[in-house]
């Protein structure tokens, strides 16, 4: 699926398309109707890029308790190897 912003919108805004699709991102992520993952990909960034770029903007990375057990899980069973 493509997405098309019209180049009206982008003047409006001082934006480059890929700035837009990246304010877009940030806001959807913020609202957690996406994923880390999703997001950054949707941002065209790494995950690590996009966190930088919610840091700067003051914004938490969604990490709760299921997200650490499964880490904590992952964490264990590579100590195995």
Do not use: N
């Not at 019209?6 to 877009?24: C, G, K, N, W, Y």
């Amino acid at each position: 699926m493509s997405i098309v912003i019209p180049d009206e919108v982008l003047q409006t805004t001082h934006r480059t398309a890929s700035e837009f699709m990246q304010e877009i991102t940030v806001w959807l992520y913020s609202k957690e109707k996406l994923t880390l993952g999703q997001a950054s990909r949707l941002a065209g960034m790494s995950q690590l890029r996009f966190q930088c770029l919610l840091a700067r903007r003051k914004i938490p990375v969604h990490y709760d308790t299921v997200d650490f057990e499964a880490d904590l899980k992952t964490l264990l069973e590579l100590e195995r190897l």
